[in-house]
């Protein structure tokens, strides 16, 4: 397909050619696209483009014209060195390949002979493992994920190609559809067709409806691909007890996506740390944001970063953080944000690897231009380094405390009433005065166990079971007085407080 991006990227890729460039890299599933884009480029250069794959061997893409035998790699090598004219040549999967030395060693003598004509080798796959002996003769060629135009175009021809066939109608207003495609951002061309597509057919029509059927499929598709996960959000902003100031500033904050304040020339909000003592609703309120703001929620999971390959652990990372811009406007949640930065400090037993990406996430975090919105969550803000919480990397710094009493009131009632309690028939000072010292998630442990209790006696749960509950259960407040004192001390007069 002939995109917005795809039509700067053949623009791009026809002055490497003309430039010399003999080996380019383009690391993306998206076959298609690739072809696309060098089909351009070889129209505007007037070369032929040439496609290899292992089941199909070398062939020109116009004419289809195979070359018998082709399919051996070390073949195509002779092949290739044999080549006096000029061209394009697009090798699909080649790189597993030059694990073999003797065909490094060949591909190395064709590149090098490429150098002294007008031809270049293209590489793609995902991913694309380049031995090191040939990193410096590689120039690598980003195929970002599709811009909103291209999206909006794909769009656009997916209901035309779907209602040539088929009866289907259109309910979505202008600004739904343009919401539409904003929920297909960080999905590939093909993916996009395929969600627009099932939306439509599922149904006979675009509606509302399909708005949160496409992020649930989109969390599908990517879920496992990068290091980044979509978390359909379904809490209330309403049943997050307490925050007073912390949601005051997110009602102000939010106005910073306007139009108006790009024509005031503001930028974006660039994110919260949320750090407190655990249990009290730091998560809760990365959650509640993307509610509120009615913007994508994605968790940034460290554990699928590291990689045992050199290089592959980096290259995780930069593909996660691409992930989240391609979906801005978002939300990016990195829990126990110091488990997975507050490593830069540690011994060098892992190479610096960590010491890399720790300063790589501060340059993102300082520099991006994208509307991402970080928000961060932490237990000990003493493990991660001071750098990492001077002005300019966040907004705004919160700290979270245990709930006061009014505040405990408020959870009180937010877990009965989930559970299908009448918050009026217990008492409720009573049991907020009891749980002093308690966080939020204790408090919903204590109306859990409470529950259990009250349906092993088959007796409705009344203000004594569950005030016997609270009574039973011992806080951390108390089984881990001093981390939670140090807590507190270190956040005094530091941070700004979210109740």
Not at 258 to 264: C, E, I, N, T, V
Not at 473 to 491: G, M
Request: aromatic share 6%.
């Amino acid at each position: 397909m002939n995109t917005d991006t795809n039509a700067k990227l053949a623009a791009e890729m026809a002055l490497l050619i003309q430039s010399f460039h003999a080996l380019v890299t383009i690391e993306t599933p998206e076959e298609d696209r690739v072809r696309a884009l060098l089909r351009a480029a070889g129209v505007e250069l007037y070369l032929p483009l040439h496609e290899w794959s292992l089941t199909r061997g070398l062939r020109n893409s116009a004419r289809h014209e195979g070359t018998a035998g082709s399919e051996d790699p070390s073949k195509l090598m002779d092949l290739l060195l044999a080549e006096n004219g000029s061209g394009i040549y697009l090798l699909l999967d080649f790189t597993r390949h030059l694990d073999d030395a003797k065909i490094c060693r060949k591909f190395r003598e064709v590149i090098q002979a490429f150098h002294t004509r007008q031809s270049t080798v293209v590489l793609c796959g995902d991913p694309l493992v380049i031995p090191a002996e040939l990193q410096h003769l590689v120039t690598p060629l980003d195929l970002p994920l599709p811009s909103q135009a291209d999206l909006t175009a794909v769009v656009k021809q997916t209901v035309a190609s779907v209602a040539s066939t088929t009866k289907i109608s259109v309910e979505l207003d202008r600004a739904g559809q343009e919401q539409f495609v904003r929920h297909l951002s960080g999905l590939t061309l093909v993916q996009a067709r395929q969600a627009t597509a099932y939306a439509v057919l599922e149904n006979r029509r675009l509606d509302p409806e399909d708005l949160r059927e496409v992020l649930r499929r989109k969390a599908r598709l990517l879920a496992g691909q990068t290091a980044i996960d979509f978390i359909p959000v379904e809490a209330n902003h309403s049943e997050l007890g307490g925050f007073a100031s912390l949601k005051s500033w997110l009602q102000r904050a939010q106005h910073g996506f306007s139009a108006q304040a790009r024509d005031l020339g503001l930028s974006a909000p660039r994110g919260v740390m949320i750090a407190g003592v655990q249990g009290c609703g730091k998560s809760l309120a990365a959650r509640a944001i993307a509610r509120e703001w009615q913007l994508p929620l994605l968790k940034f999971d460290a554990s699928r970063l590291y990689d045992k390959f050199i290089g592959e652990s980096e290259r995780n990372f930069r593909r996660a953080l691409a992930s989240a811009e391609a979906m801005a406007p978002a939300i990016l949640w990195i829990d126990e944000i110091e488990k997975v930065m507050g490593s830069s400090r540690s011994s060098e037993s892992d190479g610096g690897l960590a010491r890399r990406i720790f300063g790589g996430f501060l340059t993102w975090l300082q520099e991006r231009r994208s509307e991402v919105f970080v928000v961060a969550t932490a237990n000990d803000l003493g493990q991660l380094p001071p750098e990492f919480l001077r002005k300019g990397r966040f907004d705004e710094i919160f700290f979270v405390d245990l709930p006061d009493l009014i505040e405990r009131e408020q959870i009180l009632c937010i877990h009965l009433s989930r559970r299908k309690q009448d918050p009026r028939q217990f008492a409720l000072a009573d049991l907020a005065a009891a749980t002093a010292g308690y966080s939020g998630a204790e408090i919903e442990q204590a109306i859990i166990s409470g529950l259990y209790r009250s349906l092993q006696a088959q007796s409705p749960l009344d203000t004594t079971m569950l005030a016997a509950e609270i009574r039973q259960l011992i806080p951390l407040s108390v089984s881990r007085r001093e981390d939670v004192d140090a807590i507190r001390a270190l956040a005094a007069d530091r941070f700004v407080r979210v109740h």
